[in-house]
T-cell receptor, first 111, second 113 residues
Framework: EDKVVQSPLSLVVHEGDTVTLNCSYEVTNFRSLLWYKQEKKAPTFLFMLTSSGIEKKSGRLSSILDKKELFSILNITATQTGDSAVYLCAVHLGGSEKLVFGKGTKLTVNP | DGGITQSPKYLFRKEGQNVTLSCEQNLNHDAMYWYRQDPGQGLRLIYYSQIVNDFQKGDIAEGYSVSREKKESFPLTVTSAQKNPTAFYLC????????????FGPGTRLTVL
């Protein structure tokens, strides 16, 4: 069974802290790994990763994929209260339209 | 503005009633998807459609039905056979050559009393 596991499930930090969110996967036919941010309603796309070892960056957020160890991390530096959200990791399975989602990590950034 | 709309935002129904959730997109995407999200859970795929008049079951299709009569619209019916329908329902769309890049609507929160 294809599965995506995120950790931790919940995290509370103070503004300015750096956080690392984890995503591991076991799937039959990996195509790509995606990170989404979900604040209250619709998840919004952050990154898509297909190749190992290549870091993707967007402002204070960055992500990297390790296809040998089957995991990805999402880093957020100098966190702000606006970073508070649920961060979802999903894997796109090759040969299909399906995305398999993890349960998400709920990040709370306190002032 | 291009995007995906879902209506209503909140929906309350009595147990045993069927209810239809609306999803419309003007992104000219061929593929559309329905997901269910429960508290503390990730998204689970209910149904998806790659083309008009065709759709496939996802991982949790039991108790749900869909139709795809128009490219822009992919309504989801939650039937009385769905044992635990209270959840947050998200619709998404994508091009068929990039199913990994899905755009999500704002969601409908369904509460069955």
């Amino acid at each position: 069974e294809d599965k995506v596991v995120q950790s931790p499930l919940s995290l509370v930090v103070h503004e300015g802290d750096t956080v690392t969110l984890n995503c591991s996967y076991e799937v039959t036919n990996f195509r790509s790994l995606l990170w989404y941010k979900q604040e209250k309603k619709a998840p919004t796309f952050l990154f898509m990763l297909t190749s190992s070892g290549i870091e993707k960056k967007s402002g204070r957020l960055s992500s990297i994929l390790d296809k040998k160890e089957l995991f990805s991390i999402l880093n957020i530096t100098a966190t702000q209260t606006g970073d508070s959200a649920v961060y979802l990791c999903a894997v796109h399975l090759g040969g299909s339209e399906k995305l398999v989602f993890g349960k998400g990590t709920k990040l709370t950034v306190n002032p | 503005d291009g995007g995906i709309t879902q209506s209503p935002k909140y929906l309350f129904r009595k147990e045993g009633q069927n209810v239809t959730l609306s999803c419309e997109q003007n992104l000219n995407h061929d593929a559309m998807y329905w997901y269910r999200q429960d508290p503390g859970q990730g998204l689970r795929l209910i149904y998806y459609s790659q083309i008009v008049n065709d759709f496939q079951k996802g991982d949790i299709a039991e108790g749900y039905s869909v139709s795809r009569e128009k490219k822009e619209s992919f309504p989801l019916t939650v039937t009385s056979a769905q044992k635990n329908p209270t959840a947050f329902y998200l619709c998404a769309s994508s091009t068929t050559d990039r199913p990994d890049t899905q755009y999500f609507g704002p969601g409908t929160r369904l509460t069955v009393l």
